[in-house]
């Protein structure tokens, strides 16, 4: 079977290898396609640490590759791969606490660019015929985005200030409009914002030095009930939700992205509570339910097909690409 390993920054080499043994309470998977995005691409270019050789590969969806006794599933059943796995159990050895509980495939762990491998029941998911293969590879976007929403525990008729107009800040403000409170999407790109607009999000705003007073006239003078950071939406102060917030308000700071400082001094004042959510693979059933449900519009996204043979180019041009905001790159491998 062919697998895809990263040897060292920038070089990327496909490799043979045995097809795997089966294993116990295991089912057999053919990885199909999977979806690669900046952190590929800044692991590829060295940007971020990883532990080499390492298999990229994040998210992915793949079929039943031979029918199973464990969980019942035929053959052709597409499954979701869950990106996060729990790191494996040293027993009695000594814990070095600097170390994760859970894994992110294709960066701390081998992800799953690969023909073929063995997953326990617990490690993916069955999707059903109305969610696409290009949709299901954003279903852990949406099970975070969930997680934040519910972690603000906002009320119908509140407004609540999203900072970070990418990917995850607009399914974040679709999940809050299907609840009924009323989102202001917030960002430093104005071309962002405007796309942001014809997915669904009412009330945007740029971030300048009118920010305040402009989330003031919006609700009534009261600022905002709580507040999200999108953490990957690098270009935006990550003080800037403690800023529109009323005080009192909750306020989660989601994403990986862990390589920012913010003084706390704000929040201290104004009595905030700061709720950190990062990524799992909880919430994925839910996230499937509100994908078909309608909760979230994925319409004005494009999905750009790249074959397997082509990603060394495809990642090593990333940075100079010009890429529109709604472009999602998949990889197919057959």
Known sequence: MNVWKLSAAKKL?????????PEEGKVRIRVTKLMF?????????????????????????????????????????????????????????KKDFSEDDILLCGRTADGYMRDLLYLAPHDFTPLPDAV???????LHHVALAKAAVDKLGAGKGQHIAVIGANLLGILICQ?????????????????????????????TMQADEHLVDG????????????????????????????????????????????????SFAQPFRKQLSVYCVSGRSENLEAAINLMVS???DLSPFTFRQTKADGLDAFLAGYAEAKRGFAEIDVVTLI
């Open 13 to 21: 080499e496909r490799t043979e290898a045995e097809n795997p043994l």
């Open 37 to 93: 995005n900046g952190t590929d691409a800044a692991l590829y270019e060295g940007a971020v640490k990883c532990k080499y050789p390492l298999v990229p590969g994040r998210y992915a969806v793949g079929l039943v590759a031979e029918g199973s006794s464990v969980g019942f599933l035929p053959k052709g059943t597409r499954v979701l791969l869950h990106s996060f796995v729990a790191a494996p159990d040293t027993g009695t050895a």
């Open 132 to 138: 696409s293969d290009e949709k299901a590879l954003l």
């Open 175 to 203: 999940l809050l409009i299907y609840q009924q409170t009323a989102p202001i999407l917030i960002d430093t790109d104005a071309a962002r914002l405007e796309f942001a607009r014809t997915c669904g999000v009412y009330y």
């Open 215 to 262: 989330v003031a006239a919006v609700t009534g003078g009261r600022l905002a009930s709580g507040a999200v950071y999108v953490t990957s939406a690098q270009r935006n102060d990550p003080a800037l939700p403690f800023g529109v917030c009323a005080a009192g308000a909750n306020v989660v700071m989601c994403g990986s992205r862990e390589d920012f400082s913010v």
């Open 294 to 296: 309608g909760a979230v």
